[in-house]
């Protein structure tokens, strides 16, 4: 059986780790791709409320086997806690369970430091990242200088590799005006975790390719959004990696030849985290309601940093647009019942820039950011759509929603969440 390619469709958060939940169910393996704990999933089965970072949501179904690929910057100290919080419910994590590529990144705590000094160096041009050091970390990648997973093999040279990548890093943060690092102090944590991560360890591009040789299905779990991509996304105003459907294949080491489902997931509405362009952002009370209190987890404040999300109208250039870049063959909507109650919603079908109509997204964050967007209103439902699980039982406005926005978007919408739970799906058949 292939591979099945889950993405986020929008600037991240769009709820693809409770999609991907549902995914697993049906899938042999399941691996993450790009980035690192800057991505937080949630996931609600029962009473726990998982919140994960760095290990796929398949772990929570033990016929699973969960990879962490070659593409990821890890964080050695975030994954043993995720580890911890995990079997501390009762989930198995022994390496039978869970592998982390040799040639996946590591984060260090100077590419922490790094991320933090050079945020407070921008200034009010800010990215906004989620100082987990993921930029710091793909820049060593790519400047051929990191540090590599598979190092922790050799626990011994490890730490002395990573004491002399904290003694470079130190003149980075003294030209950007931070405090420098002492190498021994900030690396002995790094011993424990060296330790403790050996077994898992193992080259994953074999096993997804054994998987799927074998005829297993695996499911690529994407972290952050399309728009976050570094060469796809609002450049500079991005994550550092590739979170679209190549960097899939990249980051798990596997042919395009497998793959048949590319599943593209998008909120309702829209959110954002960090600066950068939203043409659809709405301020005020309609942007309060989106959001929510934060009372509930499910309200749209960062799951990593806490922060309160930008909130906005659906945007269907830029849906259509990273429908392209990755292929999608289905759309997921998530957060339906969200938008219960409002009395029309608007979505974004085409932009003005400088008294032309376009329908695509202009290449620079400049023009992004002048564009106008061009809104058709749609009545909206009052109805709880919360306890509906059958397309025959929505609304009739909901259903028309959803239907434009597959319209516009040019992809069948095949499933819709509408409420935090596990079971609270809407399939559509055929
Ligand atoms: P970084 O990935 O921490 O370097 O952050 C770069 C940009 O991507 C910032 O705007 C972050 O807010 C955003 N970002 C990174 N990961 C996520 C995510 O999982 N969800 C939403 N935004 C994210």
């Given at each position: 059986m292939p591979a099945t390619i889950l993405i986020g469709a929008q600037w991240g958060d769009e709820g693809k780790g409770r999609v991907a939940d549902s995914l697993a169910a049906e899938s042999a393996l399941v691996g993450r791709y790009a980035g690192g704990d800057n991505a937080g999933h949630t996931v609600v089965v029962g009473e726990h409320v998982h919140k994960l970072h760095l290990i796929p949501s398949g772990i929570l179904h033990p016929h699973v086997l969960c990879v962490l690929g070659n593409g990821l910057v890890v964080n050695p100290l975030t994954l043993l806690r995720e580890m911890d919080e995990l079997a501390a419910t009762g989930v198995d994590i022994s390496p039978d369970r869970l592998a982390l590529s040799t040639r996946a990144h590591i984060i260090t705590p100077a590419h922490i430091a790094l991320d933090r000094a050079a945020e407070a160096a921008r200034g009010k041009d800010a990215i906004g990242t989620t100082l987990r050091g993921i930029g710091p970390a793909y820049m060593d990648k790519t400047g051929r200088s990191g540090l590599r997973?598979?190092?922790?093999?050799d626990v011994e040279g490890f730490v002395e590799a990573l004491q002399q990548h904290i003694e470079a890093a130190n003149a980075r943060l003294i030209q950007l005006g931070a405090e420098p690092l002492d190498p021994a102090t900030a690396s002995q944590d790094y011993v424990d975790a060296a330790e403790r991560l050996r077994p898992y360890l193992k080259d994953t591009s074999s096993l997804v390719n054994d998987a799927l040789t074998a005829g297993q299905r695996v499911l690529c779990e994407g972290a952050q959004g399309s728009l976050l991509d570094i060469d796809h996304g609002d450049y500079p105003f991005?994550?550092?990696?590739?979170?679209?459907?190549?960097g899939a294949l990249i980051g798990l080491g596997f042919g395009p030849t497998y793959v048949d489902r590319v599943i593209g997931v998008a909120k309702a509405f829209a959110t954002r985290v960090g600066g950068g362009p939203f043409p659809t952002e709405l301020d005020g009370p309609l942007a309060s309601r989106l959001r929510g209190t934060g009372a509930n987890f499910w309200d749209e404040f960062g799951t990593t940093t806490g922060r309160p999300r930008r909130c906005g109208w659906i945007d269907s250039v830029l849906l259509r647009y990273t429908a392209q870049v990755s292929g999608f063959t289905e759309l997921v909507l998530t957060k339906l019942d969200i938008l219960s109650g409002f009395d029309t919603i608007d979505i974004a079908v085409a932009y003005e820039l400088d008294g032309q109509r376009i329908d695509s997204p202009p290449a620079t964050v400049r023009e992004l950011e002048r564009v106008v967007p061009i809104y058709e209103t749609m009545p909206g439902w009052s109805e709880d759509v919360s306890g509906v699980r059958r397309p025959e039982d929505l609304p009739q406005a909901l259903l028309n929603y959803v239907d434009r926005i597959a319209d516009l978007a040019g992809v069948p919408i095949t499933m819709l969440s509408v409420g935090p739970e596990r079971e609270q799906l809407v399939r559509f058949r055929g």
């Open positions: 997973a598979g190092q922790m093999m991005v994550t550092s990696s590739s979170p679209t459907a190549g």
